[in-house]
């Protein structure tokens, strides 16, 4: 408390958040964040999300590629825990890398549906719910430096997050009751992370750039990512900053 009123940290527990994506890596490290803050959750993932469901966790297997079942999901979530206050489009897709002109296009697609329709598709429930309920949220895409420069060997993934950026901008014309962020999280030692890693040269030309990464130990880590976007959420101080965000580097 300050002078009597609620900070918006001490206000945390009562807030909700729904992040996709959060089986693993920073789906899941915001996870555990967000539960250690209080927040209700929903979480999914095509796999188990990285916390099970509790009463203030909703936990389920779902495909974001499939609109249907993240409209099912957005209501499941509401129901249980009430309005939602944040949403996290974090789901996507690495692969397929290499040259585009062997990339397969069913590999492609899949990437696709996922790292661009399923940011879609969340968007949509989301922005829905919120017409529904006459409150205001917070929309969070995850994005990447990806989406402004353009890396040999990975261009589906350059092309869906520059996809997220502009459709995130889109949003933020369209729904007056969303605050829309595109947000680049910087690099985490994640399970993508290593896939680059094992990368041929050939695949990825600069995947020796992202080995000395690992080498220094030069990541940001899900914790200082979770507090950032836990401020750019929810405190009012920082509802100046950049519809596009770029997280300044942990040390």
Same mark, same amino acid.
């Given at each position: 408390?300050?002078?009597?009123?609620?900070?918006?940290?001490?206000?945390?527990?009562? @807030?909700?958040?729904?992040?996709?994506?959060?089986?693993?890596?920073?789906?899941?490290?915001?996870?555990?964040?967000?539960?250690?803050?209080?927040?209700?959750?929903?979480?999914?993932?095509?796999?188990?999300?990285?916390?099970?469901?509790?009463?203030?966790?909703?936990?389920?297997?779902?495909?974001?590629?499939?609109?249907?079942?993240?409209?099912?999901?957005?209501?499941?979530?509401?129901?249980?825990?009430?309005?939602?206050?944040?949403?996290?489009?974090?789901?996507?897709?690495?692969?397929?890398?290499?040259?585009?002109?062997?990339?397969?296009?069913?590999?492609?697609?899949?990437?696709?549906?996922?790292?661009?329709?399923?940011?879609?598709?969340?968007?949509?429930?989301?922005?829905?719910?919120?017409?529904?309920?006459?409150?205001?949220?917070?929309?969070?895409?995850? #994005?990447?430096?990806?989406?402004?420069?353009?890396?040999?060997?990975?261009?589906?993934?350059?092309? #869906? @997050?520059?996809?997220?950026?502009?459709?995130?901008?889109?949003?933020?014309?369209?729904?007056?009751?969303?605050?829309?962020?595109?947000? #680049?999280?910087?690099?985490?030692?994640?399970?993508?992370?290593?896939?680059?890693?094992?990368?041929?040269?050939?695949?990825?030309?600069?995947?020796?750039?992202?080995?000395?990464? @690992?080498?220094?130990?030069?990541?940001?880590?899900?914790?200082?990512?979770?507090?950032?976007?836990?401020?750019?959420?929810?405190?009012?101080?920082? @509802?100046?900053?950049?519809?596009?965000?770029?997280?300044?580097?942990?040390?």
């Amino acid at each position: 408390m300050l002078g009597g009123r609620v900070t918006w940290e001490a206000a945390l527990p009562g @807030k909700v958040a729904v992040i996709t994506g959060a089986s693993r890596g920073l789906g899941a490290g915001l996870a555990r964040v967000f539960a250690s803050r209080g927040l209700g959750l929903g979480l999914c993932s095509r796999t188990p999300p990285a916390l099970g469901d509790a009463p203030r966790v909703v936990a389920q297997q779902v495909d974001v590629a499939d609109a249907a079942a993240v409209d099912r999901f957005c209501a499941e979530v509401a129901a249980r825990l009430g309005p939602i206050d944040l949403w996290i489009n974090n789901a996507a897709l690495l692969d397929p890398m290499g040259p585009l002109r062997g990339v397969d296009p069913a590999e492609a697609e899949r990437s696709l549906a996922v790292s661009v329709l399923g940011v879609l598709h969340g968007t949509q429930a989301f922005a829905r719910h919120v017409r529904t309920t006459g409150r205001t949220g917070v929309l969070v895409n995850i #994005s990447s430096g990806a989406a402004r420069t353009a890396y040999a060997g990975w261009g589906i993934y350059c092309a #869906s @997050k520059a996809a997220v950026e502009r459709l995130t901008e889109v949003v933020a014309l369209e729904e007056p009751a969303l605050r829309c962020l595109a947000v #680049s999280p910087g690099v985490i030692d994640t399970d993508m992370q290593a896939r680059i890693r094992r990368a041929t040269p050939e695949e990825f030309p600069q995947v020796e750039k992202f080995r000395q990464m @690992k080498a220094d130990d030069a990541f940001n880590t899900p914790e200082h990512v979770a507090a950032h976007l836990l401020g750019l959420a929810f405190d009012p101080a920082r @509802k100046g900053e950049p519809l596009i965000y770029r997280l300044p580097p942990e040390r």
